[in-house]
């Protein structure tokens, strides 16, 4: 994957957020804060360089990106922040004005007959069969007219964090999947299984709010 367009896009928007929060949540000072930025840039960008290109209809190259980023910052720290710290530091530094604003356009198009179209394309591309960086996923609607669930097989994240050394510290990522629902304002997020945590797939269940 080249480090030009959605990766630059992508260290341009939260690399200062990931800066700020690593002194407000993992209490390090200014100075520490701003060494392990300049570290994990290039370690960013190694790593983006080595994953491959993803599909033009694939919707998760983001995702990927995000735990690009993630990962660089934590091979870059002094030391290994616990399960429960990275779960808010993540949370934080991800859920920026732009974030947030791109959460509650999200929520307007929830459950709307394109949506479900999207969510029903993605789990017909099987990207994963190609490109072990990205996602299978089935896609269930609920009986009662409730919302949905996509139930992923197949996760680029656990991929890319087992081969960084990281894989313990997935759950944290996985979190975000909840602070993304309730800033979008219209769904309910509900989850049994991760992948991550040794269940059988990851269940991502979006339910309508009232």
């Known amino acids: ?27 390090y ?9 300049k570290k994990a840039k290039p370690q960013y960008q190694q790593i983006i360089r080595r994953l491959p290109e993803f599909e033009k209809a694939d919707r998760f190259k983001m995702n990927l990106v995000n ?11 002094p030391q290994r922040p616990e399960v429960d710290r990275l779960t808010d530091y993540y949370a934080r530094f991800m859920m920026t004005k732009p ?10 198009s929830k459950f709307t007959p394109k949506d479900i179209a ?35 097989t197949k996760c680029g994240i656990c991929v890319l964090m087992k081969e960084l050394g990281l894989y313990d510290l997935t759950p944290a990522l996985c979190h975000l999947d909840y ?20 269940g059988p797939y990851c269940d991502c269940g979006y339910k309508k709010k009232g």
């Open 118 to 152: 999207a969510m029903k394309a993605t789990a017909d591309l099987k990207a994963a069969d190609r490109n072990p960086y990205s996602w299978n996923m089935e896609f269930y609607e609920y009986p009662d007219g409730s919302g949905y669930e996509g139930r992923f």
């Open 1 to 27: 994957m080249k480090y030009a367009g959605m990766p630059f896009g992508m260290w341009v928007l939260f690399a200062g957020s990931f800066q700020k929060q690593l002194t407000a949540v993992l209490g």
């Open 179 to 198: 602070t993304m629902s309730e800033a979008g304002g219209v769904t309910d997020f509900a989850r049994q299984y991760t992948l991550a945590s040794g």
């Open 67 to 77: 735990c690009a980023m993630i990962g660089a910052f934590i091979l870059s720290m």
């Open 29 to 37: 000072d200014a100075a520490t804060a701003k060494a392990i930025t």
């Open 99 to 108: 974030m947030q604003w791109f959460c509650r356009e999200s929520g307007k």
